[in-house]
Structures are given as structure tokens and as C-alpha cells.
């Protein structure tokens, strides 16, 4: 695998380290600092800003070019032409599902929307105002106290039906959030809806009558789940990895995910947009909030835009932006007043010098939260809807990380504490 060498003198060793060089299919090559330890030495790389902590197969981002890939399918392609469920075989099999195959893997996660009832019981625990991250934490992470059936790691078979469970359980786990936070009965899932009908149905329906799950709704929600189904190794991704080389069951690795989403940074983004939105409030406020954006003494960042990988356009964000568009268009609302500070916006910050020189562009989150504001998703549960779509990275990730040799994830440290002393004794 090793095609290239790189060689390292290091101040006060002899010799020189040879170290080697991997070439991926796509992507910068990558050098193998193992032998370092060898020689009293570690990397230091806080953040993992140039670190790849393992091998993965699953998915490509090219943050120059602006380009993402889901086993080699690029992101726009799968919006358009593939729906959730399928992207979800793609991910966890490699390859996209033959007629047959795709059908079985609709019917079995469909089998499994259900969630055990005592399980109901965990959300009367919370206070009716709790956020729903909070309660998405608890619940998922209590899953593995259901289901031991499926708990052995080293079984290709139980990773498999913890797969389905997750995914499947996870609409029905995150409409139980909502109804629970408004005092609505939970709805069941049913079976002859697809995934984002069923959802929605889940969400917005109830007991006292039929709800039609309008189309293009059904479309929009399918397309933002496919938008965040995975985004390689990311602070969530990186996170379930890390608590999974441990050993750990793989509810408890997804509750560790969604812990890690949750922060503004990062999945939290997507409702920390709608909330700077509105506290813009008008156009004429923008130049007040770009000032603070660049300001370097104030903490204020423009949510929604910047990426660690992406230097160029995200993606995602261009489809999302397509997206909005065609939803607020069917749903008739014109002029939505979010809709048009968010286009001022981005229109500033795309031409404004400390954005440029910074290379920060819309991401995913800048336009997904308008769009979820139009199909009535309340926004606190913006970050919930990132989690259940991000759910079959996730654990295709934990997937990988299992299906090949491995090894406990445990960093080393530059240590800058005091230095070995005597505990005083008088
Ligand atoms: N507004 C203003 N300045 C920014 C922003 C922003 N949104 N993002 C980065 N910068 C500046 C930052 O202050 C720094 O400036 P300087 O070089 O003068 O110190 C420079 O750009 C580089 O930023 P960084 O913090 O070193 O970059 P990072 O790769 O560590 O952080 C990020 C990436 C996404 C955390 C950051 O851009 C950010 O906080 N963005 C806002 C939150 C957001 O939208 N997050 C969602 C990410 S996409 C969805 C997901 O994958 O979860």
C-alpha cells in the first residue's frame, strides 16, 4: 500500500525516520507517523486539522473543489435521483441496492419503526421544556437496554440489525420528542408510508383524524435527510468511532454522536441560524452583524457559514438553497422575510473581503432551518432532524470501524504541566 516514502530528521536523533506513503483513490496521500512512537516521538495536531485517524471507504469530500461523494455518487446526483432509504443501503453495503434488494431493505427498516412501549415510559422522566437533544440523548443511548439480542460487536449479523434499528427507530424516537414537548398523544408509525411520510405523519399527525402528507413536503424532508446522511470524520462521526473502539454498544456510540452534534458548531448550527435570523430581524440590521462577525474581540460568528473542509461552496448548501426555493414556491410563501436577511446575507458576506480572504461560504445549516420553518418543524428540533438523518453515517461508520482489524482510539499529549515534585509535608 506504502508507494512513496517521506523522511524526517528530527534535532538530536541521528539518521533520518523513514516514513510511509499512502495514496487513497481520491485525496491528498497520507503519511504514516507510526514509526515515530518508535523513536520517542509523537505528532502534535490539536483539532486533527491534518490528522486521518483511520481508513474509510464510505464517503469523499473534496473541500477545494467544493465536491461530496457517497461511495463515489456525488451529493448532487443523490438529491436528485435517489431517495433517504437507498443512500442508506449505499452506505452501509458500498454499492447501491439492485430492485430487489432495495425493496427487502425498505421492508425490514420498515419493520422496525416501532420502538419497545416501556420505552414511552423514559420520556415522562423529562420536564415537558426540556430540549430535544437532551431527550434524544437519554432515549437512544437507553436503547441498548432493550435490545441484548443484538448487542455482540464481533457479530456481522447483530451490527447489522442494530443498523436497521437505528435508522428505523429514529423518526418515530424524534416525532415522540415533539409530541411530548406539545402534550400530544404519540403517533405510531405505519407501515405502508415511506420514511419521510411516515415521519411527518408521526410529527404532525394525530389520533383525531387522518393527515394527508402533502408530496412535496415528503420530497423536501427525504432530500435533508439525504443532505446529512454522512460527511466523513467529522466531531460526531469521529466521536461514535472513538467511543466505539472502546468497545461500547452501539446505542451508547450514537448517543455519544448526538452529544457531539448537538454543539453550535456543528449540528447545532442549523437552529443557531434561525435564531441569529431572527434576531437580524430586518436588512437594514445585516451591516451591524457583519461588523461583529469580524470582529475578533467579539464571539459572534455568522452561523451557517465556514467549514473546516470546505473552502469553496458546500455542496449541500447548494442543493438546500434549490431546495427552499421549490418549498417555499409550493407552499405559496412569497417573500418570506427570514428567506430574503438570509439571501442578503450570504449576497454580503460572498463579496465581503474578511469572507473571501477566509474562504467561508454558506454550509449545509444556512438554508436548511428556512426550509424546515416552511414544513412547520418547530426549531428546536432542527438539530434532532441532523441527528436522525446522520444516524446511518454514523453507524456505517461504526460499521467500518468493526469490520476490520482496529484498535482503541487513545491520543497521546504535549504535556506542559509542572514538572515532577515532592508533595510538601510540613
Ligand atoms: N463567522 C465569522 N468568522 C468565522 C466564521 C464565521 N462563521 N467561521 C470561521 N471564521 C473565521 C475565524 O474567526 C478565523 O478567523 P482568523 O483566522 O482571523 O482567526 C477563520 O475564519 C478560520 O476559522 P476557524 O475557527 O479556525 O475554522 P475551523 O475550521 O476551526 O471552524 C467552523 C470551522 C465550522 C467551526 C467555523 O467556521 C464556525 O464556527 N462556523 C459557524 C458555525 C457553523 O455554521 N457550523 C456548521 C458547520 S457545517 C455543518 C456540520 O458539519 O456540522
Known sequence: MADKKARLTVDGLEGEIELPVYSGTEGPDVIDVRPLTGQGLFTYDPGFVSTAACESKLTYIDGEKGILLHGGYPIEQLAQHSDYLE??????????????????????????????????????????????????????????????????INDAHHREVCAYRLIAKMPTLAAMCYKYSIGQPFMYPQNELSYAENFLRMMFGTPCGDYKVSPTLARAMDKIFILHADHEQNASTSTVRLAGSSGANPFACIAAGIAALWGPAHGGANEAVLVMLNEIGDEANIPEFIDRAKDPEDPFRLMGFG?????????????????????????????????????????????????????????????????????????????????????????????EFHSSPNKIGRPRQLYTGPKLRDYPTK
Open 87 to 152: 443512500v442508506c443501503y449505499l452506505l452501509l453495503n458500498g454499492e447501491l441496492p439492485t430492485p430487489e434488494q432495495k425493496e427487502k431493505f425498505n421492508n425490514t427498516v420498515t419493520n422496525h419503526t416501532m420502538v419497545h412501549e416501556q420505552l414511552s415510559q423514559f420520556f415522562k422522566g423529562f420536564r415537558r421544556d426540556a430540549h430535544p437533544m437532551a431527550i434524544m440523548c437519554g432515549v437512544v443511548g437507553a436503547l441498548s437496554a432493550f435490545y441484548h439480542d443484538s448487542l455482540d
Open 307 to 399: 467549514h473546516r473542509v470546505y473552502r469553496n461552496f458546500d455542496p449541500r448548501a447548494k442543493v438546500m438553497k434549490k431546495t427552499c426555493d421549490e418549498v417555499l414556491a409550493e407552499l405559496g410563501i412569497e417573500n418570506d422575510p427570514l428567506l430574503k436577511i438570509a439571501k442578503r446575507l450570504e449576497q454580503i458576506a460572498l463579496e465581503d473581503d474578511y469572507f473571501v480572504q477566509r474562504k467561508l461560504y454558506p454550509n449545509v445549516d444556512f438554508y436548511s432551518g428556512i426550509i424546515l420553518k416552511a414544513i412547520g418543524i418547530p426549531t428546536n428540533m432542527f438539530t434532532v432532524i441532523f441527528a436522525l438523518s446522520r444516524t446511518i453515517g454514523w453507524i456505517s461508520h461504526w460499521n
